[in-house]
């Protein structure tokens, strides 16, 4: 009679699930920067020209950005186990499709499928953790998180534009599968299932379809614009359409008891603010990787691997300086650095307004990618930080939601519009398109420090609002 293995100690089991939120949130991640480095490829195996390699980015993003509330709100009724395990799962399968995808029309609906996986992954990653451990251990559990999808955000590239110079694009997505199984058994084994919550709370599903028509048809109509042309019906039909139902879609949000966009949040000064910042920021950020991406290799003349290599030091600065960032921002007020941060960025972007067809790495492109990198990293964690720290402890999680959401759809705009505006007849990038994208660009980023600067207002210092609170007191005994 053979004994049953122990089941792994309490401490071990909380190890396992933390490996396993980060490896989930690390396939997720990988796949967004990867999928830019090998574009080029994916074009000239495929075929389909600058609108298909819109489609490809913007299929993945419109699907998560429109849906990424609704899978939060599944994780909360279902548990975050299951559906994490279901949004890792189903991203895997997606990422085969991906692989074995024949033509640009295909690889563009499986990217639309991992969009929809990674709408269920992403808010139930961090759940995950928040389910497991509790007091000081979570908020070291998120710090690990963070430092190492921070590392996976380095790697995407080099990994990305290695696979595409030694096998084929397609094995970016192959190298998924492994990943997910481990995610899948590791989470499995080390988070117990836990039980629905109160029958009474539902899932927004009318707003989740609603806010991904309007996307898609708003989307639809800037992308293919070049193609079809302005007199086409099919063009103003679906901007109209797409305008219309996102009109809808706000109203019936409005009106819903358990809305998954709470339009009561934006009410809140800094909220509102930082959001409208994010929009600016995170659509400038986009189309640098994006439009870069495509002028070293397709124009320049680039490997994959050189071209992710190039887009290193976004990553590494960001690692190393956005804890600095935050810890400055919370002595000082985001104020600053949200305004300051931008301006910063977007003034790094400006030689790329010019470069010529035959860059050199060290004079032409690393100086410019530092300079940018150094304004983001004054931007990204006082802008999370102002998020959560407007909404308030009993919306955080929903607060944190709504931003991660405006900035995916920002980016999903940002490629669309900017595409329609440099991508002329001929549907494809030219040097003189690149040089407006980056203007574009530029002031895209320019803008959300100004927005930054003449919007938000600093929280008052702790000692201060102690003394009001006190002078309030007192003045109610009197």
Not at 40 to 53: N, V
Not at 162 to 183: E, G, K, Q, Y
Request: proline share 5%.
């Amino acid at each position: 009679m053979t004994t049953p293995a122990p089941a792994p100690s309490a401490s071990f089991a909380k190890r396992l699930a933390l490996i396993a939120a980060i490896l989930g949130s690390s396939i997720a991640f990988l796949d967004s920067t990867v999928v830019n480095v090998a574009l080029p490829a994916i074009q000239r195996d495929l075929g389909g020209g600058l609108a298909a390699q819109q489609w490809v980015v913007d299929a993945y993003l419109l699907l998560l950005g429109s849906l990424i509330l609704v899978g939060g709100s599944l994780g909360d009724i279902f548990g975050e186990r299951r559906i994490f395990s279901l949004g890792v799962t189903g991203f895997g399968l997606a990422s085969v499709l991906c692989a074995l995808a024949p033509s640009a029309n295909a690889l563009i609906v499986a990217r639309g499928l991992q969009g929809i996986a990674g709408a269920l992954l992403t808010p139930s990653s961090l759940a995950l953790i928040a389910a497991t451990f509790e007091g000081d251990e979570r908020g070291t559990a998120i710090g690990t998180w963070t430092a190492w999808i921070g590392i996976a955000a380095v790697a995407g590239p080099l990994v990305g534009g290695w696979l595409v110079d030694v096998a084929s694009w397609r094995w970016i997505f192959l190298i998924n599968v492994p990943l997910v199984v481990a995610t899948v058994v590791l989470v499995l084994a080390s988070v117990p299932p836990r039980k629905s919550s109160a029958p009474q709370t539902r899932v927004d599903v009318v707003g989740g379809l609603l806010c991904a028509l309007g996307l898609g048809a708003t989307v639809f109509g800037f992308i293919e614009q070049p193609r079809l042309g302005w007199g086409s019906t099919a063009i103003w039909g679906t901007l109209a359409a797409g305008v219309g139902t996102f009109a809808v879609f706000l109203g019936y949000e409005r009106r819903s008891s358990h809305p998954m966009l709470p339009l009561a949040l934006f009410r809140r000064r800094n909220f509102s603010v930082t959001n409208i910042e994010t929009v600016s920021v995170y659509a400038g950020l986009s189309t640098l990787t994006f439009f870069l991406v495509l002028f070293l290799q397709q124009i320049v003349g680039w490997s994959a691997l050189d071209t992710g290599l190039a887009l290193l030091p976004v990553s590494i600065v960001l690692f190393l300086a956005s804890r600095l960032a935050g810890r400055l921002s919370e002595r000082l007020g985001p104020r600053l650095f949200m305004g300051l941060g931008p301006l910063i960025a977007a003034a790094g972007l400006l030689p790329f307004t010019f470069m010529g067809e035959e860059p050199n790495y060290w004079v032409d492109v690393l100086p410019g990618m530092l300079v940018f990198s150094i304004g983001l990293s004054m931007t990204i964690t006082p802008l999370t930080a102002t998020v959560l720290a407007d909404a308030g402890p009993g919306d955080a999680g929903i607060a944190s939601g709504i931003n991660n959401a405006v900035a995916r759809v920002a980016g999903l705009l940002g490629i669309a519009i900017v595409g329609l505006a440099v991508s002329g007849s001929g549907n494809r990038l030219t040097a003189g398109g690149f040089h407006q994208a980056m203007l574009a660009t530029a002031a895209l980023i320019a803008g959300g420090g100004v927005i930054g600067a003449l919007g938000i207002r600093n929280p008052a210092p702790p000692g201060r609002r102690r003394n009001v609170r006190r002078k309030s007191s007192q003045s109610d005994k009197g």
